[in-house]
């Protein structure tokens, strides 16, 4: 990709000097004498430049623009256009209709766009049972000794995807001046502060490279420059368009306005604003070149921000009406109907045939080895290159968590068609941490208070060994590690076979209650260590089975307790040893507040138990659980199953299993319930609300209808003895995990109040 650029700085923290140092030699530059090129000889007519400003959502008013110019029969000879309008720009340069981009983009559904993950279904299991015990929207990272954070806060992936879709049929164009429409982006070196102008490669990555927002979009790396949004140098770049010979422009600009006082209280607000007073100095810089027969259309976009991307139509109506309010200008652009259909039709694109595959590669990252990802991707050689199978085998790429970025394109060879799958390994990797926190009050005395760590360093094998360990802090401390490693190099999707070696100590309080009466008789720690040794396979997106051996040795010590209730066999040592199968299959869309699909865990073990007075027994255990969640509109209904049945010496209180708490009984107390058998069911309702905070992906609020009961031995079961609870709440879905704040009721057992950020 070549660049027409400025000269070099040598740091990136002298970025607002150089803005500042390239806006005065623009301005030096503007009082030149006005040397206007010559009509363009092959038409005697003035060639017109469309020049396209920057300015996040708001940019999606140039499409109302553009049909506005489409029906009035006003040609378009060179495009010029920064972030946004790099973007519009671009795709329309490409050979896409205004009425090709607006049916597209009203399509596009944006909260996916910019999600910061691919959906939760397409994970591993490993990952989807992450996101049960931290929340996946806050991420830290270490490299070479230093803690590292991401370089924006949303991802760019989707929109990569996007603009990749898009611009495949002219994706053996290598110069943008061989574009239906001869086009430049506008994009800021972010080490030097320069304006670099990008004038042919990948189009697709030109336009992203002068959208990388900063701190919201990580900047992008092109011929080792790192590249970041246009806007910081040249928002409204007029300048360039007058370079490529343009004589009559048309500019519009759709900028952020600048913010009142109010929004100069919050550091996101004061470094917004500081953006926006760089982006609006060049802007009125660049207006101020304009001529008097030029035509600036400035759409009225008050209540629109440069976020409202789901408000698709609304701009793209403000863009039309503000291009029919200068109709009269812009008529003097106008072509008659044979001169405008004979431009129109050298910008029509003979369709390219779809490419036969030889060849798929991988190149960019550096840490990891997706080589060995090859045998499970769609895409193949032999076939015909597809652009939904490609976008598809991205996404399963991205679902690993390794990635910033994830993009594709063919390219043509000799030997024929590569399909190049071009990955940016994540800045802040390969060592993750997330943070979690469990507190919790039912206002009744009886509080909890947990610090949860995570830490996964992943691939370090070629074959993806992966270490992951977590460390709780507080009433339940706990220290858990696994490594995991897979058995082959190139996997399939039915050889992907590992192994998984993991330990595990707690310790635990919990609380015995009188007949199942909310009065406490005894106060007990649970002290427990577990090695097990795991042979599985992953069920490839949809789930994963174990089967392995687990041996744990544990003690309840009394640390309060009644007199009646005193028992030596409390203090004693136990080991337990048997044979697991654990079974899941998961395809919720989140592991807080699901919106759709499903969940099922099956566990069964077997083995022998020893301790206190029991020399030796048998004993068998066996869980299921099941989720399922569909949704109409932001109404949500969640359903809720879970049974257990074990068979165990009584005296070992292994476990225990129980019920009570919020949304397992709500009402109850927290372990009320306990035995060997128990039966549970939860209907709950939530509706999502429509503001979502910063970290949180939303606020609801919902009740639950709860039914269950545990009995100390199986043949005790009985429906007669279902007990019944109801809960309503409000609740978020935040960085830490999820919100509640929640009133249960049960009949037979009392009215609580709970608050709690972790899962009920």
């Not at 949004?229 to 300048?239: A, E, R, S, T």
């Not at 422009?249 to 209280?265: D, E, K, M, Q």
């Not at 074990?646 to 009320?672: I, K």
Request: proline share 4%; charged share 20%.
């Amino acid at each position: 990709m070549a660049f027409e650029q400025a000269g070099r700085r040598p740091s990136w923290l002298q970025l607002c000097c150089c803005a500042l140092s390239l806006a005065a030699s623009t301005a030096l530059a503007q009082g030149q004498p006005d040397m206007r090129p010559a009509p363009a000889a092959e038409t005697g007519r003035a060639k017109i430049g469309l020049v396209l400003s920057g300015g996040g959502a708001r940019g999606l008013a140039h499409v109302g623009v553009l049909k506005v110019l489409e029906r009035e029969r006003i040609p378009a000879d060179v495009i010029t256009g920064t972030s946004m309008g790099a973007i519009i720009g671009g795709l329309y340069a490409s050979g896409m209709t205004a009425q090709d981009l607006e049916r597209e983009l009203l399509r596009v559904v944006w909260s996916n766009v910019f999600a910061g993950r691919v959906d939760r279904q397409l994970l591993s299991q490993r990952r989807k049972e992450e996101d049960f015990e931290f929340s996946a929207a806050v991420e830290l990272g270490m490299r070479d000794g230093e803690i590292r954070l991401p370089q924006g806060t949303l991802s760019s992936r989707g929109l990569e995807i996007l603009l990749r879709r898009f611009t495949m049929p002219v994706r053996h164009i290598q110069s943008f001046d061989q574009l239906p429409t001869p086009f430049r982006a506008i994009a800021t070196d972010m080490e030097t502060g320069a304006q670099v102008v990008l004038a042919d490669g990948d189009l697709a990555l030109a336009m992203r490279s002068s959208m990388s927002v900063p701190a919201v979009f990580s900047p992008t790396e092109v011929h080792e420059r790192v590249l970041g949004d246009g806007g910081l140098v040249n928002n409204l770049p007029v300048d360039v368009a007058r370079r490529l010979g343009a004589q009559r422009l048309i500019a519009v600009n759709v900028g952020t306005p600048l913010s009142g006082r109010a929004s100069l209280s919050s550091l996101v607000g004061l470094t917004g604003q500081m953006i926006n007073i760089l982006t609006e100095q060049n802007v009125q810089r660049s207006l101020a070149t304009l001529w008097n027969d030029d035509v600036l259309i400035t759409p009225q976009l008050q209540n629109l921000s440069s976020g409202d991307f789901e408000r698709t139509q609304e701009f793209i109506a403000a863009g039309e009406a503000a291009a029919e309010a200068l109709i009269p200008q812009l008529r003097a652009l106008a072509l008659n109907a044979e001169d405008y259909a004979a431009w129109h039709l050298a910008r029509v694109q003979s369709k390219l045939p779809s490419p036969k595959i030889q060849s798929i590669e991988f190149a960019g990252t550096t840490l990891t080895h997706p080589a060995r990802f090859q045998a499970q991707l769609e895409s193949a050689p032999g076939q015909q290159f597809d652009t939904e199978r490609a976008e598809r085998d991205a996404r399963f790429l991205a679902s690993s968590g390794d990635y910033e970025r994830v993009d594709y394109h063919v390219e043509e060879r000799p030997g024929g068609a590569a399909l190049l799958f071009t990955m940016d390994d994540k800045y802040w990797g390969p060592n993750y941490f997330r943070v979690g926190l469990d507190l919790s009050t039912d206002f009744d005395g009886e509080s909890a208070f947990n610090l949860r760590i995570s830490h996964n360093r992943h691939w370090l094998s070629a074959i993806g060994t992966e270490w992951r360990n977590q460390v709780s802090i507080g009433q339940t401390p706990r220290l858990f590690s696994e490594i995991y490693q897979p058995l082959s190099f190139k996997i399939g999707r039915s050889n992907d076979w590992f192994l998984s070696a993991w330990g595990e100590a707690e310790r635990r309080n919990f609380t015995l209650y009188n007949n199942n009466s909310d009065i406490a008789a005894a106060r007990l720690q649970r002290q427990a260590g577990t090695l097990g040794f795991d042979l599985g396979q992953p069920w490839s997106s949809l789930g994963e089975v174990r089967l392995g051996l687990v041996h744990q040795t544990w003690r309840n010590v009394a640390k309060l307790m009644t007199v009646d209730l005193v028992d030596p066999r409390l203090d004693s040592t136990w080991h337990e040893t048997g044979l697991r199968l654990r079974a899941v299959v998961d395809q919720l869309d989140f592991a807080n507040f699901p919106q759709r699909g499903y969940r099922v865990l099956f566990e069964a073990i077997g083995g022998k138990q020893s301790g206190g007075p029991v020399r030796s027994a048998d004993f068998q255990r066996g869980e299921l659980q099941a989720t399922l969640a569909k949704s109409w509109g932001a109404h949500t209904l969640n359903l809720h199953l879970r049974g257990l049945l074990a068979r165990q010496p009584e005296e070992s209180a292994q476990g225990p299993y129980s019920l009570g708490g919020f949304q397992q009984l709500s009402g109850y107390q927290a372990g009320q319930l306990i035995g060997d058998t128990l039966v549970f069911g939860r209907a709950s309702y939530y509706l999502r609300l429509r503001d979502n905070p910063v970290l949180t992906r939303g606020f609801f609020v919902g009740g639950s209808l709860e039914l269950g009961n545990a009995w100390m031995r199986k043949d005790k079961l009985s429906a007669t003895d279902l007990r019944s609870a109801a809960s309503a709440f409000i609740g978020a879905d935040t960085g830490l995990g999820p919100l509640y704040l929640g009133l249960g009721y049960a009949p037979k057992g009392g009215t609580l109040l709970y608050l709690f950020i972790g899962r009920p």
